[in-house]
């Protein structure tokens, strides 16, 4: 660990359960806590309690907060309710991605929720762009503690410990107030493992009460610690792209995927022009290729059509859950049919290449409830 | 944890346990697959293969990344264990136990340079800092 390295509130917390803790994203944070196979197979079967404290947090508000935010990201924020949250992108001029961000809104404003590695260039970019917009930005990312509860089970135990109402009435990717074991809380149902659960972002005085009562509650559900190794095989089976792997400066959404989330109807904001100019023939296709269980892909790893090189793999880890190999990355659009069988060099040696199907994304989806 | 007096380990972060008759056991170290973390296959040499001490013999892939196994002796491969093939998180849970890799008929005395466990211990530890 680096000195730069900030904790989160739970340090302490983490290394007494025996986290692994490693540098990302200038924070020390667990990787595991024993096994990221256990911790990935809880997630899935039972809950997982996973510490996201180094997201950050940046509350908009302001007359103009809306018109700032429409300008900002690529995703139409006049659409949402209070009450509901959005995923997006914020684009550079030239399209390319500063960072990918859920936006929450309020009674009284927004608060938008970003990587931890982005968040100074995030917070530099939305200070610029805020020019001109009746719209003032809070940092609130030092005093807010985000603990993710995903797995089947989540609901039961956040359900458990919530007093205020019945949180199986908020819907995916709806949040309200409340309250959880007796502590004020942001109740949000989402997350980025593919499983049903909540967000919880409280203030950071609370983060260790919060956390004991989790996992007491839990622990007769099966709920267990998870860490960031967990987490991203986890994110990987459930498609989810990952900022400075799959997406990133020199990336647009529309390769990526992720043209869902960018809506020219709403009128131009930062980006749109170069986002128009590449929608009709994006360079790039972003795709899923599923090899054996023996064959793991790692990021930069080529992928090759015949003897040609036509692509990258951008994520790559072992499924779990699915029992296989699994990449993420880019190829020419003309290879990303699924179906189509592409080569991944794995290793020097050509006989050890993975020969694999392109497949649809997500590799992983939860059964219906 | 077994007894590991007559564990004697490589640089590398295998092991090798005499058996008694020139045979050995041959695994990686506590230290090695805590840093290795979940193991998610080997890829081990079939039996009646040849290997020689401090070279190449298969490979053990973790969610992290993959690495070689070099060998700690030279000898003939007399059984793979087909427990960590079927079951690899063994590695993890007892690596110096149930989670041997490979069985040997070891050729003349062990290379001198190898660690007993404290010295290994100590090795290891500066390693990781």
Redesign the interface.
Known sequence: MSEADQKVPLDAVHRRSGG?MVPFAGYSMP??YG???GEHQAVRERAGLFDVSHMGEVNVRGAGALDFLQQLVTNDVSKLAPGRALYTVMCHPDGGIVDDLLVYRDEDGYMCVVNAARHDVDLDWMEQCRAGHDANLEDVSAGTVLLAVQGPRAMGIVQELSSGGDVSAIRYYHHRPGEVAGLPVRISRTGYTGEDGFELYADAGDAERLWTALLEAGSSAGLIPAGL?ARD?LRLEAGFRLYGQDIGENTDPLSAGLGWVVKPAKGGFIGSDALAAIAPSPPRTFIGLKMG??E?P?HGHPIYHASRQVGEVTSG??GFTVGAGLAMGYVEPEFASPGTELRVQL?ADPEQWATAPVVALPFYQRPES | MPDLTAYRYTKTHEWVKPEGSGEALVGISDHAQSQLGDVIFLELPKEGTAITAGARFGSVESVKAASDLYAPVSGEVLAVNGDVSASPELVNQDPQGRGWLIRVRVEGDLPNDLLDAAAYDSFAQADSH
Do not use: A, E, K, Y
């Open positions: 692994q990787l595991h096994s990221i196979r190794g095989t269980p023996r793991i790692r880890s072992f290793r």
